[in-house]
């Protein structure tokens, strides 16, 4: 199938998706600031952001279960309707522990939402095109949810409208995906590896997801909170927000790409150590803002944003296809465990040691990270090279965006007494 037909066959999808994340992307910076102006206490904030993935965790875990019940498209139509409602609630009830049930209820509203897009976008891809729509679904999240930083400039942070905006945003992304035509595809809730299995499997992978999570979560959710403690202005924010992700989208291939050539342990190990020096260089103020926040702030996203990645495509090398969609659903839970973690230890930091304790806590947390995965590196030798999976862009989002992975699809024909038992988990594990 060219590119062509294949953008024909998922537009309205990814329309609808794409306009889901830009209105989330907005809403995640524009509360941040908003609850910095109202004096929100440092840790409420922390809970509010920890909220939206309690929230898109609970989704993940009992959305299938509601899609398979009412189907599809009111599935997407109620989830979209209460996210909307939920996204002007915050502008009417301004006090944290409003915000921390409205903004619970966006992560779950949100995980329901990707679970019916990603699993269309899943029925509408063949092994084909299956990498050309992993690729185009992850630039349109990650570019949508940059471009909604923008919108920040639009209005004053203070007032309704950029919340109304959202609410507008996260109505339109339900007219393409209730208007297509594309027949509603089976879904059932995916089977998960037990962690004490994944851990014998891969024990970087199972640490190094949980570290993700705090270390993603804790950035992503309070980047907006931290730019604003540092006396930058609404229009400011947005654009320190926009670098973050973009220093996301240009980094993802080259790393990924290079952890291709070589032990990917090397790559994880050396991300998080760099997210180290980055953290206490900016914590401490080794650099003056002016430029280099801007600049700090963009390398640190460039090297936050592939880690998930990184590390789900180490877990994977230990792994046969047919075992990348239940283990992936189990490390969705773990990343969305240390992403709940994330905020309140970052906000925590932030009251120690002031706006730079965020950073300080990213640095800690790439420490251990990178000293665990070193760590590792001694106790077991590296996947062969000849043997090891590609790396493929795929965002923590839910479960279905794993069964997108084309390679996911390799071992489609075999027999179930082919697959992976936990005997030969354990075999692997023990490898010297």
Known sequence: MTLRATLIGIGALLLGAGALNLGMGLQASLLGVRAGIEDFPTLMIGLVMSAYYAGF???????????ARVGH????????????????????FVDPISWIVFRALTGFCFAALCLVAESWLNARASNLNRGTVVSIYFVVMLGATAAGQAFLMMAPPSGYDLFV?????ISLALVPIALTSTPSPEISAPDRMRLKRLYKVSPVGVVGTFGAGLITGGYWGLGAVFAQAKGLKADDIAVF?????????????????????????IVVASVALVIAVVGVMVGIGFLPDDPWLYVMGAVMGGLVL??????????NDH????????????????????????????????????????????ALAGSLLAAFTGYRMTRRAGVDMDEAENFVPVGHTTAMAYELDPRAEEDNGEEDGDHTDEAEAIQIADRP
Do not use: K, N
Request: glycine residues 12%.
């Open 165 to 169: 905006f959202v609410s507008v945003i």
């Open 319 to 362: 792994l046969g296809p047919e075992d990348f969609v239940p283990a992936g659903a189990a490390l969705l839970v773990l990343y969305g465990v240390g992403a709940v973690a994330g905020p309140l230890l970052g906000t925590l930091a932030m009251r120690i040691a002031g706006p730079g304790g965020l950073f300080l806590y990213l």
């Open 57 to 67: 965790v609970a989704g993940s875990l009992y959305a299938p279960s509601v899609v």
């Open 241 to 265: 927000m926009t670098l973050l992700v973009a220093g996301g989208v240009v980094t993802q291939w080259p790393l990924g790409r290079l952890s291709d050539l070589m032990d990917r342990r």
């Open 73 to 92: 498209i009111r599935t997407f139509s109620a989830f979209a309707s209460m996210a909307s409602a939920a996204a002007i609630c915050h502008a009417v």
């Open 306 to 315: 592939p880690l998930y990645g990184l590390v789900l495509a180490h877990t």
